[in-house]
């Protein structure tokens, strides 16, 4: 195992998709760059989201502003990183099933818009031409976005995390953080390391990363469940991911399943009870999926902030930048959320 280096100019903790991105436009700026990962690159929140890019959040065009800047550093991706990533298009739709929710959106479609965001108001009709499983009488009307896309997750943490060694970055794997001095002296394991700047891009384990350095994170971590369908009766190998305002179910395709998410059961909830809703809102709104089988595909804590938007900042009297509070939605702003950090401490 290698030696961890006495000093760096920045001390990157986690190794995400947000923390290899972090490190690799750091050491592109010429700043001496070092990443802590507790296990693998990518095996956290990154390993466990639905693998899709977006820029329409629904009421959070500051949100989508970044996921349009970072969409725009995707495509541009492999002459950055020399690992070309294999973007799939298939498409955003929200369904709204009140006359509040069509409101709300056109109130805030101006917003969107200024922020580079294409989306639009669709009848049901077309909604359903989109997605043949839907049952058009279930909606009032739909936001469409075209930009929308598949990737794979760690295709992107692999290419950052290689791009940033090419720039001179040194990248360790299982060196989990297990104190942090007042002069951002980091202890691991493996040794301890001193950081004129710590940027902590941890995920989940951001709030606890910054308590070691005596900085209040308010992140409130969530578990959030992703399931598998039984194979449906008919292959829909190309569904848009189709979300439901009213309950934030999501579904799209995937292989010859049904990818879909509903966060988990709340508090004092069974499990059995949480299937029990999501199966309800699959008849009615995707009757051809009305009792089919359901099945854990994988399970994962996605950090949160109180307001579902993400922290990217400064401590005002240390050297302690943040990237977290993402929602799960990570690798939609994860291009911006490094420049954004490099930005922030070349300019201290």
């Known amino acids: 195992m290698s030696v961890l280096p006495a000093h760096a100019d920045a001390v990157v903790i986690g190794g995400g998709v947000i923390g290899t991105s972090a490190a690799y436009h750091l050491a592109e700026a010429g700043v001496n760059t070092v990443l802590l990962e507790r296990g693998g690159l990518g095996g956290g929140a990154s390993a466990h989201t639905a693998g899709m890019l977006r820029t329409y ?41 009140d006359e ?71 990248l360790f794997t299982h060196t989990p953080v297990t104190r942090i001095d007042d002069d951002n002296t980091i202890h691991t394991p493996q040794g301890r390391i001193k950081a004129d700047s710590i940027v902590c891009t941890a995920g ?11 900085v ?30 009213a309950s934030g179910l999501r579904i799209r395709s995937w292989k010859d399943r049904i990818l879909l998410a509903m966060g988990a059961p709340k508090a ?8 029990g809703r999501i199966a309800g ?35 005002p009297t240390r050297r302690f930048l943040y990237a977290a509070g993402f929602t799960g939605a990570g690798l939609c702003q994860a291009p911006a959320a490094g420049e954004q950090l490099r930005d922030l401490l070349i300019a201290k």
């Open 57 to 97: 959040f629904p009421g959070d065009p500051h949100t989508g502003q970044r996921a349009v800047r970072s969409l725009n550093a995707y495509q541009d991706f492999a002459r950055h990183t020399a690992a070309p990533l294999a973007l799939k298009r298939l498409g955003f739709m929200a369904l709204f099933t």
């Open 100 to 170: 509040q929710q069509i409101a709300d959106f056109e109130t805030g479609h101006q917003a969107q818009r200024a922020a580079g965001v294409r989306v639009g108001l669709i009848r049901s009709r077309e909604a359903a031409r989109l997605n043949p499983l839907l049952n058009e009488r279930a909606v009032l009307a739909a936001a469409w976005s075209p930009e929308a896309y598949h990737v794979d997750g760690l295709d992107i943490v692999r290419g950052y995390a290689a791009a940033a060694r090419n720039h001179g970055a040194r």
């Open 216 to 245: 209040d994170l308010p992140m409130r971590p969530r578990t959030m469940e992703m399931l598998f369908t039984d194979v449906p009766p008919s292959a829909h190998p190309d569904l848009p991911m189709t979300m439901h305002a």
């Open 268 to 275: 004092g909830e069974t499990r059995e009870s949480w299937l």
């Open 204 to 214: 989940p384990w951001s709030g606890e990363v910054a308590s070691m350095a005596s």
């Open 281 to 315: 809102h699959l008849g009615t709104l995707f009757p051809a999926l009305d009792g089919i089988g359901l099945h854990r595909a994988w399970t994962g804590d996605f950090d949160a902030s109180p307001s579902n938007t993400a922290f990217i900042g400064e401590h």
